[in-house]
């Protein structure tokens, strides 16, 4: 008889997939079947990458860019994006702290690999990115959980670092706008978190992913202008409008780039070429206009989709000021035979065809009773959607 059990590392069994995989997956299927879905869950912009990226991508190939680059990155780039910096934020930063990596993806895993140790601690506001404590637990770190809510703009406050921080903390890791709420840091709440942070003597870790996409006038500041002991990871995938293209970028201090720098060419050698090439474009003056029109689309579907749940009876604590996801409390919509988010996502997408995003899947701190909606669909798409879920009420 062969031996069919898989043997497997305990790292690779501890972290778990996505529920939002499943309810995609769920989804397909009765879309196979003839059924209309709406994909509310999915967390990527529904535009494709912008003409003049794209066009840079195929200039790049017929120009036979399909070697590697150097593991920190095309030096062009790496200008690029210190440029862009120096432009939105007024912050110097010198090129050598700029590292080009497959997606933030790459970045959370150099960052983590090279930061935090083995049974050390690294912070985390709860709801949050999913991925950030599996990177944790794959480098064999733990991530602290720390719940979160409206009350602190779902974002972690120095009082948190000074009750989480033990002598075995090694970081904390904040994002803004963040994934699931929306939330972002103000410059102050920045300073005084770098300050609380800097007197344990830990390293702060901002993840700016959708940074570009902020709404209300909001003014956006990078952990980079009041820390700059900061790391900070930032991605082509989301303002830019580049998932697939697999690139983002992260900034260290100085001393840190020779060590990323090893541990670069040992994870991935270097981030895909033709991407590199094709995101020279994404800073030009042209690309930019299409960015700024699609950020407008995002803040009036945000706008729609956020009265329209508020009708129907959705608690939204604060009104999300980034990102393209509204985090809501669907306390309302449970009962015996839909007890939680989970049961209530399959719900939805068997009745209503509406796919979202289950709590469960941004930590536990009121999973159960949160959903995640991602706008990442027209107006007409979301106000459907609404229409739909109001007829099983
Ligand atoms: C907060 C946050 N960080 C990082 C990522 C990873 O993005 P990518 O690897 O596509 O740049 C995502 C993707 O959804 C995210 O939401």
């Known amino acids: ?47 494709s990458t912008p003409q003049p990226i794209i066009d840079a991508g195929v200039a790049a190939l017929h120009a036979g860019k399909t070697h590697y680059t150097p593991a920190l990155g095309l030096p062009e780039l790496r200008q690029a994006i210190a440029d862009w910096y120096l432009q939105t934020y007024q912050v110097a930063i010198p090129v050598n702290r700029i590292i080009i990596t497959p997606g933030a993806s ?10 935090l140790e083995s049974g050390g601690n690294i912070l985390l506001a709860d709801p949050g990115y999913p991925c950030n404590r599996h990177f944790a637990r794959f480098v064999e770190g733990r991530a602290k959980m720390i719940a979160v809510s409206e009350s602190n703009g779902y974002q972690l406050t ?6 989480h921080w033990d002598e075995h903390t ?12 929306g939330s972002i ?6 300073s005084t978190l770098s300050a609380a942070i800097q007197e344990k003597q830990g390293v702060l870790a901002v993840d700016e992913i959708y940074h570009g996409l902020t709404y209300d006038d909001v003014d956006m500041t990078t952990a980079l202008a009041v820390d700059p002991h900061a790391f900070v990871l930032n991605s082509f995938s989301k303002y830019f409008g580049m998932t697939g293209w697999r690139l983002g970028w992260l900034v260290v201090p100085e001393a840190y780039t020779s060590v990323m720098d090893k541990l670069a060419q040992n994870l991935f050698l270097a981030a895909p070429t033709v991407s590199q090439y ?14 700024e029109q699609r950020r407008c689309v995002f803040e009036q579907r945000r706008n729609t989709l956020l009265s329209a749940l508020q009708s129907l ?6 009104t999300p000021q980034g990102a393209f996801y509204i985090y809501a409390d669907c306390q309302h919509f449970l009962n015996e035979q839909v007890p939680d988010s989970m049961a209530l996502s399959q719900y939805w997408l068997n009745e209503a065809g509406v796919a979202v995003t289950p709590g469960d899947d941004f930590g536990v701190h009121g999973a ?17 959607a609404v229409a739909r879920i109001a007829q099983l009420y």
């Open 1 to 47: 008889m062969p031996n069919t059990k898989l043997r497997l590392a305990k790292r690779a069994e501890q972290i778990s997939p996505f529920h939002v995989m499943d309810i995609l997956a769920q989804a397909k299927q009765l879309e196979a079947q003839g059924r209309q879905i709406i994909h509310l869950e999915v967390g990527e912009p529904d535009f």
């Open 106 to 115: 790459g970045g959370l895993l150099l960052l983590m690999g090279a930061l």
């Open 158 to 163: 120095a009082a948190d670092i000074e009750r």
């Open 170 to 181: 090694d970081m904390a890791l904040l994002a803004s706008p963040s994934n699931p709420t």
């Open 185 to 190: 840091l103000s410059r102050l709440q920045l």
């Open 278 to 291: 094709a995101a020279l474009a994404a800073f030009e003056t042209s690309t930019l206009a299409i960015l």
């Open 313 to 318: 009876g959705f608690d939204i604590k604060a």
């Open 368 to 384: 159960q009773h949160h959903i995640r909606f991602a706008y990442t669909q027209d107006e007409t798409k979301l106000l459907e």
